[in-house]
């Protein structure tokens, strides 16, 4: 019996309307930039407008499928997000007045830390598996915020991706095997009292390298392909310069020569929109992705490495083979204009809108009205979010 294949369709990505550049980061701190240009691989970070949320954005992500392809059959709708606006209402719900998302629909919000897109992309394949004429609608959001003056604060970014998952998919189709693997463990979390995560880096990083590793050998043990048949590796990236330790990592555990050049070949071609957007939390391991497809070489026929990892921690290894006719399904010039039409920010604009707090009172509150992207976050007037479309 032939299974139909299932996996990525289309894929669509936004960011914020404002960015940081880490020289102005640098300066501020009395360091080189290259501490961080080099040092963690990040030239900038996407920062969010007053009036932008991860609502606003993964609807900015989503409007360019739906526009492409109708709601016709979308019948599940899955938000990964680690930055959720509500304790119990799906931020996913909120979608429905601004990009017109049907009301025949399950629509549920999945949280956990990073790794949270990827249990979407999984539970939609799943889904469609099961009746090949559904589609799903995945997207994952986050705006990832440390505190200030911490080893965290580099590491921030915005960004959502959003991708159509279907039978018969015109971009990636999912390999059946996946490995994976959980553990307990306290590397970053952040608790409901809080804004800022907490993050242990050494044992974040060491947890992350375990988790990769772990998650390969499961893979394998299901019948997973070698290493070497892939032609690139795409993997969670909370700063680029961590998917260049995971991959190293990984070969050297394998008993595989860490050679730099190919290293590089392996992955760098991932790592070109990460490098200037920032951490994004569950939307990072996509963003890699999207940079695969708009910068590496044709990858027609060709296996696909796909590393997820979540803090606490959750990581799966699984893998895909990039489609015939791909490229005419890419979004390259919208993704390179998404970031670089950002407007850039100065120290003290940045610092406020950090230290910026939500409404708490119920009484009405207009916000600034900053950005420039599709969607905006209006007001808040008691205790609800007020959302609407430019």
Same mark, same amino acid.
């Given at each position: 019996?032939?299974?139909?294949?299932?996996?990525?369709?289309?894929? @669509?990505?936004?960011?914020?309307?404002?960015?940081?550049?880490?020289?102005?980061?640098?300066?501020?701190?009395?360091?080189?930039?290259?501490?961080?240009?080099?040092?963690?691989?990040?030239?900038?970070?996407?920062?969010?407008?007053?009036?932008?949320?991860?609502?606003?954005?993964?609807?900015?992500?989503?409007?360019?499928?739906?526009?492409?392809?109708?709601?016709?059959?979308?019948?599940?709708?899955?938000?990964?997000?680690?930055?959720?606006?509500?304790?119990?209402?799906?931020?996913?719900?909120?979608?429905?007045?601004?990009?017109?998302?049907?009301?025949?629909?399950?629509?549920?919000?999945?949280?956990?830390?990073?790794?949270?897109? *990827?249990?979407?992309?999984?539970?939609?394949?799943?889904?469609?598996?099961?009746?090949?004429?559904?589609?799903?609608?995945?997207?994952?959001?986050?705006?990832?915020?440390?505190?200030?003056?911490?080893?965290?604060?580099?590491?921030?970014?915005?960004?959502?991706?959003?991708?159509?998952?279907?039978?018969? $998919?015109?971009?990636?189709?999912?390999?059946?095997? !996946?490995?994976?693997?959980?553990?307990?463990?306290?590397?970053?979390?952040?608790?409901?009292?809080?804004?800022?995560?907490?993050?242990?880096?050494?044992?974040?990083?060491?947890?992350?390298?375990?988790?990769?590793?772990?998650?390969?050998?499961?893979?394998?043990?299901?019948?997973?392909?070698?290493?070497?048949?892939?032609?690139?590796?795409?993997?969670?990236?909370?700063?680029?310069?961590?998917?260049?330790?995971?991959?190293?990592?990984?070969?050297?555990?394998?008993?595989? *020569?860490?050679?730099?050049?190919?290293?590089?070949?392996?992955?760098?071609?991932?790592?070109?929109?990460?490098?200037?957007?920032?951490?994004?939390?569950?939307?990072?391991?996509?963003?890699?992705?999207? !940079?695969?497809?708009?910068?590496?070489?044709?990858?027609?026929?060709?296996?696909?490495?796909?590393?997820?990892?979540?803090?606490?921690?959750?990581?799966?290894?699984?893998?895909?083979?990039?489609?015939?006719?791909?490229?005419?399904?890419?979004? *390259?010039?919208?993704?390179?204009?998404?970031?670089?039409?950002?407007?850039?920010?100065?120290?003290?604009?940045?610092?406020?809108?950090?230290?910026?707090? @939500? $409404?708490?009172?119920?009484?009405?509150?207009?916000?600034?009205?900053?950005?420039?992207?599709?969607?905006?976050?209006?007001?808040? !007037?008691?205790?609800?979010?007020?959302?609407?479309?430019?």
């Amino acid at each position: 019996m032939t299974t139909t294949p299932v996996g990525i369709h289309d894929l @669509s990505f936004a960011t914020t309307h404002y960015a940081l550049d880490h020289a102005v980061l640098a300066q501020r701190l009395g360091v080189d930039r290259d501490k961080f240009y080099l040092g963690i691989g990040q030239e900038k970070m996407s920062v969010a407008a007053a009036d932008e949320d991860i609502v606003t954005i993964a609807a900015a992500a989503a409007k360019p499928i739906l526009e492409r392809h109708g709601t016709d059959n979308i019948r599940t709708v899955l938000l990964a997000t680690e930055t959720g606006v509500d304790q119990s209402k799906a931020a996913a719900l909120y979608l429905h007045s601004l990009i017109g998302l049907p009301n025949a629909a399950r629509v549920v919000e999945l949280k956990q830390a990073c790794y949270g897109g *990827t249990a979407g992309l999984q539970f939609a394949a799943g889904l469609i598996a099961r009746d090949p004429s559904q589609r799903v609608l995945v997207i994952a959001a986050d705006i990832a915020k440390y505190e200030l003056d911490t080893p965290g604060e580099p590491t921030q970014g915005a960004a959502a991706v959003a991708m159509l998952v279907t039978a018969d $998919p015109a971009i990636l189709a999912l390999d059946p095997v !996946s490995g994976l693997y959980s553990a307990d463990i306290m590397d970053f979390w952040r608790p409901n009292y809080r804004t800022e995560a907490i993050v242990d880096g050494k044992t974040s990083v060491n947890a992350y390298q375990k988790a990769a590793q772990e998650a390969w050998t499961d893979y394998r043990r299901q019948g997973g392909r070698e290493l070497g048949e892939f032609a690139a590796f795409c993997y969670h990236q909370p700063f680029t310069k961590m998917a260049y330790k995971a991959h190293r990592h990984l070969l050297e555990s394998q008993g595989h *020569t860490a050679d730099t050049d190919a290293i590089e070949a392996a992955i760098g071609a991932t790592t070109t929109y990460n490098r200037t957007v920032g951490n994004s939390y569950t939307a990072s391991l996509y963003l890699g992705l999207a !940079s695969l497809l708009d910068h590496g070489d044709d990858l027609t026929g060709k296996a696909l490495a796909m590393i997820s990892y979540g803090s606490g921690s959750v990581a799966e290894f699984f893998s895909g083979t990039v489609q015939s006719g791909y490229r005419e399904h890419l979004r *390259t010039e919208a993704n390179l204009a998404a970031i670089s039409s950002r407007e850039l920010l100065g120290y003290e604009r940045y610092r406020e809108l950090h230290e910026a707090t @939500s $409404p708490s009172d119920g009484a009405y509150h207009a916000m600034v009205e900053e950005t420039r992207r599709p969607y905006r976050l209006a007001a808040v !007037s008691g205790h609800k979010r007020i959302y609407e479309s430019r």
